[in-house]
């Protein structure tokens, strides 16, 4: 049985696993982790997925839609 202080903190390094992987890992696989578990609560919005590599590094991350980075992602 798993409280409910622990589902949180594991929720929150689930988060944090897939921003790092993001921001500094595989790009792709940190994009589709985001994505996944965003979805779980109807968060997966673009905005709210390429505001943090964004603001992290304006000079090299761009503001853009989800479909669009998976095709940037792919071309790489």
């Known amino acids: ?5 622990d589902k949180l903190k594991l929720k929150k390094d689930m988060l944090s696993i897939e921003i790092y992987q993001l921001l500094y890992g595989n790009k792709k696989n940190g994009f589709e982790g985001l994505v996944e578990f965003l979805a779980q609560y109807n968060l997966a919005k673009w905005t709210i997925i390429s505001v943090t590599p964004y603001c992290i590094n304006r000079h090299s991350e761009y503001f853009i839609k989800p479909t669009t980075t998976k095709m940037i992602i792919k071309s790489t």
């Open 1 to 5: 049985m798993v409280s409910l202080f």
